[in-house]
């Protein structure tokens, strides 16, 4: 009876818990780029007004990294900021992101583009030196955001 008792109490206290995680639904937003079709992931991943972006690149309509990486650092930044826009977010609702970079030269180069994509405060970030990336590229970013009140 006393095991019984216990087990309860411990169902009473955990039910908020399980409730709100079976409430919290999540969202799947797939920007639908040309070649990301049946590929095992999501653009972003929103969860109460948490957005969670996939790691993109910035390529050309052929799927090509273009020769020059302040292109690819605009095309990845667009990219980035369209699959936001689709969720219904913007630049400065991000709050951290991730650069990997496939060498740490082009650091600035990154930089300067970046730059140009903030209205306000800058997001939190790492920026890594990662050897090779998929298609040659040379930077791929991942971030989070979070929406701001209205």
Same mark, same amino acid.
């Given at each position: 009876?006393k095991?019984?008792?216990?087990?309860?109490? +411990?169902?009473?206290?955990?039910?908020?818990a399980?409730?709100?995680?079976?409430?919290?639904?999540r969202?799947?937003?797939?920007?639908?780029?040309p $070649?990301? =079709?049946?590929?095992?992931?999501s653009?972003? %991943?929103?969860?109460?007004?948490?957005?969670?972006?996939? $790691? /993109?690149?910035?390529?050309t309509?052929?799927?090509?990294?273009?020769?020059?990486?302040? /292109? =690819?650092?605009?095309?990845?930044? =667009?990219?980035?900021q369209?699959? +936001?826009?689709g969720?219904?977010?913007?630049?400065?609702? +991000? %709050?951290? %992101?991730?650069?990997?970079?496939?060498?740490?030269?082009?650091?600035?180069?990154?930089?300067?583009?970046?730059?140009?994509?903030f209205?306000?405060?800058?997001?939190?970030?790492?920026?890594?030196?990662? $050897?090779?990336? +998929?298609?040659?590229?040379?930077? =791929?970013?991942?971030?989070?955001? %979070?929406?701001?009140?209205?």
């Open positions: 009876m095991r019984h008792v216990i087990l309860s109490f +411990l169902l009473l206290l955990l039910t908020p399980i409730n709100t995680y079976a409430d919290d639904a969202t799947y937003v797939n920007p639908g780029k $070649g990301t =079709e049946g590929l095992p992931f653009g972003a %991943v929103k969860v109460g007004d948490t957005l969670y972006l996939s $790691g /993109d690149i910035g390529l309509e052929d799927m090509q990294v273009p020769g020059d990486p302040k /292109d =690819e650092a605009r095309l990845l930044m =667009e990219s980035f369209a699959t +936001l826009a969720a219904g977010y913007t630049m400065d609702d +991000l %709050v951290t %992101v991730t650069v990997y970079c496939s060498d740490v030269k082009h650091y600035a180069d990154f930089n300067e583009v970046y730059r140009s994509y209205k306000e405060s800058f997001p939190a970030r790492a920026f890594v030196g990662s $050897g090779t990336l +998929l298609f040659n590229a040379r930077f =791929e970013m991942q971030g989070i955001a %979070v929406k701001r009140p209205e």
